[in-house]
């Protein structure tokens, strides 16, 4: 299965009924295993979780640390990008080059970018090298 088939096909499980706006993700691991999540909202919002951090925490509840790339999908008429804490969380555990596509169900319009293009300047290890 593809990373847009998986994205899409865990999108229909997402919990939207405040927003209606179902977002799906799919990121393969250094290892080539496929993980994915879904957005989950909560009436206490905005204490939901993203797409894309629940697939990151499903790699890393399997012991993986690294990804290779991501495919992130949803219903609106153009490609939707992770939000600015799910960049950060990407930027976690995938190195700039790795490749993230975004796609949309309206359409097959799609867009990709490297996790470098989408957060430059993200905050890393070497920030740290001082403490």
């Known amino acids: 299965m593809s990373l847009k088939d998986a994205a899409t096909a865990v999108m229909a499980n997402a919990h939207a009924p405040y927003s209606n706006f179902k977002v799906g993700a799919a990121i ?3 290892s080539g295993t496929v993980y994915v999540g879904c ?3 909560n009436v206490a919002y905005p204490e ?3 797409a894309e951090a629940g ?4 790699m890393v ?7 290779s790339e991501v495919y992130v999908i949803a ?3 153009m490609p939707v990008t992770p939000c600015g804490g799910c960049r950060q969380k ?5 190195a700039e080059e790795v490749r993230v596509t975004m796609g949309t169900t309206a359409n097959d319009t799609e867009l990709t970018m490297t996790l470098g293009a989408l957060l430059p300047g993200a905050f890393n290890t070497d920030h740290m090298d001082d403490i």
């Not at 509840?61 to 990804?67: R, Y």
């Not at 990407?90 to 995938?94: N, P």
């Open 28 to 30: 393969r691991a250094a």
């Open 39 to 41: 957005n989950v909202e």
């Open 48 to 50: 939901g979780t993203c």
């Open 55 to 58: 697939a990151i925490a499903a």
């Open 61 to 67: 509840a399997a012991g993986e640390t690294e990804l």
């Open 75 to 77: 219903g609106s008429s």
């Open 90 to 94: 990407l930027a976690e555990f995938g």
